[in-house]
């Protein structure tokens, strides 16, 4: 396995990795002021919510028609013109006057837009390294999305206290277009992975071959459900906690990168790959904690312990690509990535409802119990499957 050191030295890495990480930067300064400036405006803990992972529920749509574009469109031009886009919607929300309506309009354009830019990144990182230098590129990834929501977050509850939500998306867009210039400028114009032109009829094929395989349809249902559950909880930070919620999720970013390090350096591969379900049950049983309506100190205990669960997705996209095609890294690694960020989207919407019916505190703890649940039922279900199935043949090409 090879060290950050060496994967920083790789050709077009670093570039990845810096643009990767100012996108990060500016999508939680920038969620956590439009869940602000939402909740500030309606007093509603559903919209406060579905502002902050409303982008996540137009996944569902990309991965339907859009999908096929991961490895058939040119991955410099595809990521650049995605963070381009972000600073542009992103410097609408800010626009003052602006109906709640259209915000939430620019969020699920967003959200389609963004639709591509997981199975174009993670593709582009299995293509720059190695096989083997995967699992510890994806980690480093994740410490660093750790790291920036950290600091986001805590940086974005900080200016919420000195500048409006407005100025604070403002500088979120500011963020985007640097992460747009540095794709642009760092990364080689590469060509598609994929000969034919994305296309919907493409796309759900591919997912058709991807699905058909009862190991691969566990492990992506493992990476979807309980980890969305339990960004549902996540969502409800600024209900629950409305002066605290920066704290929160600084809080749940730190617990996050303590688990990716963990998992993605410190382990050897035999233990980590019998940690998937444990880690994803202590994901979600510290919110159960929330049921007693606990102090901000002891709610952020809480999340920095559940957080360290996060890191059951590296084991689990490590067990994916076992499972895959290599022509079809690109596609399968989207589809994990639209398939978790709707299931996101899903389970925010959802305990925001709940929430408006009961209360933040009671929602979360409901989230945290199904999640709990499901993970039991996957991990019956996985041991009746076979360890390895046969490699299929990859979909047919749509010539160009």
């Given at each position: 396995m090879p060290s950050y050191r060496a994967l920083l030295r790789?050709?077009?890495?670093?570039?990845?990795?810096?643009?990767?990480?100012?996108?990060?930067?500016?999508?939680?300064?920038?969620?956590?002021?439009?869940?602000?400036?939402?909740?500030?405006?309606?007093?509603?803990?559903?919209?406060?919510?579905?502002?902050m992972f409303g982008p996540s529920l137009a996944q569902v749509l990309g991965a339907t028609f859009l999908l096929s574009g991961a490895d058939r469109l040119p991955p410099r031009t595809a990521l650049s013109a995605i963070a381009l886009a972000f600073a542009a919607g992103t410097a609408v929300q800010a626009l003052?006057?602006?109906?709640?309506?259209?915000?939430?309009?620019v969020v699920l354009a967003l959200g389609l837009v963004a639709s591509l830019g997981g199975g174009v990144r993670w593709g582009l990182l299995n293509e720059i390294l190695a096989t083997e230098g995967y699992l510890t590129g994806r980690s480093l990834f994740s410490m660093v999305n750790g790291l920036?929501?950290?600091t986001g977050f805590a940086t974005g509850g900080a200016l919420l206290t000195v500048l409006s939500p407005r100025t604070c998306l403002l500088l979120a867009a500011a963020l985007y277009l640097t992460a747009a210039l540095v794709l642009r400028l760092g990364l080689s114009a590469r060509p598609p992975r994929a000969t034919g032109r994305p296309s919907a009829s493409a796309t759900r094929r591919t997912n058709a071959v991807l699905w058909s395989s009862r190991p691969r349809r566990l492990t992506y249902l493992g990476l979807w459900l309980p980890n969305g559950m339990v960004v549902g909880c996540e969502s409800l930070y600024v209900s629950y906690a409305p002066h605290a919620a920066g704290t929160l999720f600084a809080c749940g970013a730190l617990g996050m990168f303590a688990g990716d390090v963990t998992v993605g350096?410190?382990?050897?591969?035999?233990?980590?790959?019998?940690?998937?379900?444990?880690?994803?049950?202590?994901?979600?049983?510290?919110?159960?904690?929330?049921?007693?309506?606990p102090s901000v100190p002891v709610a952020a205990v809480c999340v920095t312990v559940a957080?360290?669960?996060?890191?059951?997705?590296?084991?689990?996209q490590e067990r994916l690509m076992e499972l895959t095609p290599g022509e079809l890294a690109g596609h399968a690694l989207g589809l994990h990535s639209a398939g978790m960020l709707t299931m996101q989207g899903t389970s925010a919407a959802l305990a925001g409802a709940v929430?408006?019916?009961?209360?933040?505190?009671?929602?979360?703890?409901?989230?945290?119990?199904v999640s709990v649940c499901v993970t039991l039922a996957l991990a019956t279900a996985a041991r009746r499957s076979p360890v390895r199935p046969a490699p299929e043949p990859a979909p047919e090409r749509t010539p160009s």
């Open positions: 790789t050709p077009e890495f670093t570039p990845l990795f810096l643009g990767s990480a100012a996108q990060t930067a500016a999508q939680t300064v920038g969620g956590l002021a439009l869940g602000t400036l939402v909740f500030r405006a309606t007093g509603s803990p559903l919209l406060s919510a579905v502002s003052p006057g602006l109906p709640v309506g259209a915000v939430f309009a920036m929501q950290i350096r410190l382990l050897p591969a035999a233990v980590r790959a019998r940690l998937a379900t444990p880690l994803l049950l202590l994901l979600a049983a510290p919110y159960l904690v929330f049921g007693a309506h957080s360290v669960g996060f890191g059951a997705s590296l084991v689990q929430a408006q019916l009961t209360s933040p505190a009671a929602a979360m703890t409901a989230m945290a119990a």
